[in-house]
């Protein structure tokens, strides 16, 4: 089953397919969401609730480059939360 | 209405605009994003068909090749003359197309990685020198010169000798003497710096500067050279230059323009 991290990184893997390195700049700056691994695009959602840094993150591209950012998020990860639970998807991945 | 107030409405209206500005942007990308992926999946499909439609089609080339050389070797008597005379041309017409399917398969795996070298101790002058004796009867049908020049001594390195052979000093000095319509070809070997120095100049049709710049790339023969030689698969220098990389060495043309001959340069790291 996939994990939340997964699906943060995914996502961001996702947005630098379309606006490139800053998909990574932008992740940085959401609270709680820390970059591993470049290379391998690998990340860790640490203190608090990581579904809300999954919607933090959503939501920040959202608020830079409008609803079809949200889209791309959402259609990325459409296969790893259908194996998820419910109750750990991320609202704005719902 | 207070200036702070106006000057806060315009701010909005300028970060509004921006907003949109670049959700059309990011649109764009997206767009050109999954135009790049669906490119990529076309680009790798169409590969994979050259790839199985070139396996295949050396396959039955192979199998006519064998049939011809039984009948043009044939020493029973049996077969007429005329059928031998009739064979020995198909044969030859089966063996360029051999050559020709068998550089697209060469560059398609060479491109997928999935081309093995096979490297062992040679002396790079005795293989010059075989390849330049089986040329010699082509620039001689051409009434080319064909003049060579080697310093003494062996040249010896650690490489793949059929791949350097067929693919690298085979291909240059074929390709000089068939875009050279009339003059001499010069095949020049020295050393030096710890490697070896193979240069081919003719007297050719030439490289123009566009041509020069994807001349070492997929496909990428000259735009005049196809009128010169219209078998030509595009394949020759970017598969010598795949070879000549998989043995740490360089190779680059020179070519003062189009009509004005061309030199080319390969440099291999030499044993020790």
Same mark, same amino acid.
């Given at each position: 089953?996939?994990?939340?991290?997964?699906?943060?990184?995914?996502?961001?893997?996702?947005?630098? *397919? @379309?606006?490139?390195?800053?998909?990574?700049?932008?992740?940085?700056?959401?609270?709680?969401?820390?970059?591993?691994?470049?290379?391998?695009?690998?990340?860790?959602?640490?203190?608090?609730?990581?579904?809300? @840094?999954?919607?933090?993150?959503?939501?920040?591209?959202?608020?830079?480059?409008?609803?079809?950012?949200?889209? @791309?998020?959402?259609?990325?990860?459409?296969?790893?939360?259908?194996?998820?639970?419910?109750?750990?998807?991320?609202?704005? *991945?719902? | 209405?207070?200036?702070?107030?106006?000057?806060?409405?315009?701010?909005?209206? +300028?970060?509004?605009?921006?907003?949109?500005?670049?959700?059309?942007?990011?649109?764009?990308?997206?767009?050109?994003?999954? =135009?790049?992926?669906? /490119?990529?999946?076309?680009?790798?499909?169409?590969?994979?068909? /050259?790839?199985?439609?070139?396996?295949? %089609?050396?396959? #039955? /080339?192979?199998?006519?090749?064998?049939?011809?050389?039984?009948?043009?070797?044939?020493?029973?008597?049996? %077969?007429?003359?005329?059928?031998?005379?009739?064979?020995?041309?198909? =044969?030859?017409?089966?063996?360029?197309?051999?050559?020709?399917?068998?550089?697209? =398969?060469?560059?398609?795996?060479?491109?997928?990685?999935?081309?093995?070298?096979?490297?062992?101790? /040679?002396?790079?002058?005795?293989?010059?020198?075989?390849?330049?004796?089986?040329?010699?009867?082509?620039? +001689?049908?051409?009434?080319?010169?064909?003049?060579?020049?080697?310093?003494?001594?062996?040249?010896?390195?650690?490489?793949?000798?059929?791949?350097?052979?067929?693919?690298?000093?085979?291909? =240059?000095?074929?390709?000089?003497?068939? #875009?050279?319509?009339?003059?001499?070809?010069?095949?020049?070997?020295?050393?030096?710096?710890?490697?070896?120095?193979?240069?081919?100049?003719?007297?050719?049709?030439? %490289?123009?500067?566009?041509?020069?710049?994807?001349?070492?790339?997929?496909?990428?023969?000259?735009?005049?050279? %196809?009128?010169?030689?219209?078998?030509?698969?595009? #394949?020759?220098?970017?598969?010598?230059?795949?070879?000549?990389?998989?043995?740490?060495?360089?190779?680059?043309?020179?070519?003062?323009?189009?009509?004005?001959?061309?030199?080319?340069?390969?440099?291999?790291?030499?044993?020790?």
């Amino acid at each position: 089953m996939p994990t939340i991290n997964q699906v943060a990184s995914k996502i961001i893997k996702e947005q630098e *397919l @379309v606006i490139g390195p800053l998909a990574w700049s932008e992740a940085r700056k959401v609270t709680g969401l820390s970059v591993i691994d470049l290379q391998a695009g690998t990340v860790t959602l640490g203190s608090g609730d990581p579904k809300i @840094v999954v919607d933090q993150l959503v939501g920040r591209y959202e608020r830079l480059f409008g609803r079809a950012s949200h889209e @791309v998020c959402r259609e990325a990860v459409a296969t790893l939360v259908a194996t998820m639970s419910p109750a750990e998807v991320p609202s704005s *991945l719902r | 209405m207070a200036d702070t107030d106006q000057q806060h409405f315009q701010a909005e209206d +300028y970060a509004s605009e921006l907003r949109a500005a670049n959700e059309i942007v990011y649109k764009h990308s997206l767009e050109l994003a999954r =135009l790049k992926q669906e /490119l990529e999946t076309a680009n790798k499909q169409q590969e994979n068909l /050259l790839h199985f439609i070139s396996h295949e %089609i050396k396959g #039955y /080339l192979t199998k006519g090749e064998a049939a011809f050389a039984e009948i043009v070797e044939d020493t029973s008597g049996k %077969i007429p003359e005329t059928i031998k005379t009739l064979s020995s041309g198909a =044969l030859l017409e089966m063996r360029k197309g051999v050559a020709t399917v068998m550089d697209i =398969l060469d560059a398609s795996n060479l491109k997928k990685g999935t081309v093995t070298f096979k490297k062992a101790p /040679l002396d790079f002058k005795v293989l010059v020198t075989k390849i330049i004796e089986e040329q010699r009867p082509s620039a +001689y049908e051409k009434h080319l010169g064909l003049d060579v020049k080697m310093s003494d001594g062996k040249f010896m390195m650690d490489g793949d000798e059929e791949k350097l052979r067929e693919h690298v000093v085979r291909n =240059l000095i074929d390709n000089a003497i068939k #875009y050279t319509p009339s003059g001499t070809v010069h095949v020049e070997l020295s050393d030096g710096d710890g490697k070896i120095h193979f240069m081919v100049e003719d007297s050719g049709v030439g %490289i123009t500067p566009e041509d020069m710049a994807h001349l070492f790339t997929e496909g990428g023969h000259g735009k005049d050279s %196809i009128k010169v030689n219209v078998h030509s698969t595009g #394949y020759g220098l970017f598969i010598a230059k795949q070879v000549v990389d998989a043995h740490g060495g360089k190779i680059w043309a020179e070519s003062e323009g189009g009509g004005k001959g061309s030199k080319f340069f390969i440099q291999l790291p030499a044993s020790a």
